[in-house]
């Protein structure tokens, strides 16, 4: 067994549908690997000045928020079939509501074996980051999020 970790960017999302009858979308992601999950902050330009002191809150950026956050993963790479042997990082999409339950906006699913197999005869490797399509449960497209990765052998911090 080889360990190592993953490092993960969440850059932006554009064209994410909005859930709500009022207001803009608050996004954040959630970013899962295996058993480890983070999230991120509401994507957008980070302070909202004037609205804020009315309650409005319109701090997001819509359907196109950024997020330009970087989360760590510890990675249990197996040459044996020890788990189910996939690397798979599913990033899913929220809408950050303050009166009621967060709303679901779609999610997407980036497989990593070959990253993670790469770094571990080369020590690192990374996936540029690149787009990636976001789609509901029902498999209809919700927008796209930008993602790259990198997977360096033999470190294991997470934050």
């Given amino acids: 067994m080889s360990n190592g970790t993953l490092e ?40 909202c000045s004037l609205e804020r002191l009315f309650c409005f809150c319109f701090h997001g950026r819509g359907s196109n928020p950024e997020w330009n956050e970087t989360f760590n993963f510890k990675v249990h790479a197996s040459t044996e ?4 042997g996939l690397h798979k990082l599913v990033i899913k999409l929220m809408d950050h509501d303050l009166l009621s339950d967060d709303d679901y906006l779609g999610q997407a699913t980036i ?6 197999q790469k770094g571990m005869e ?13 789609v509901f449960s029902d498999l209809s497209y919700r927008g796209e999020i930008t993602v790259g990765a990198t997977f360096t052998a033999g470190t294991s911090s997470s934050s």
């Fill in 122 to 134: 080369q020590g690192k490797a990374e996936l540029q980051p690149q787009k990636y399509r976001v």
């Fill in 111 to 116: 497989y990593l074996n070959e990253v993670i």
């Fill in 8 to 47: 993960v960017t969440v850059v932006r999302a554009k064209g994410l549908r909005n859930s709500a009858l009022f207001g803009t979308l608050d996004a954040y992601a959630v970013v899962e690997y295996k058993n480890q999950e983070q999230k991120s902050g509401i994507g957008g330009p980070g302070s």
């Fill in 81 to 84: 079939a020890e788990d189910d």
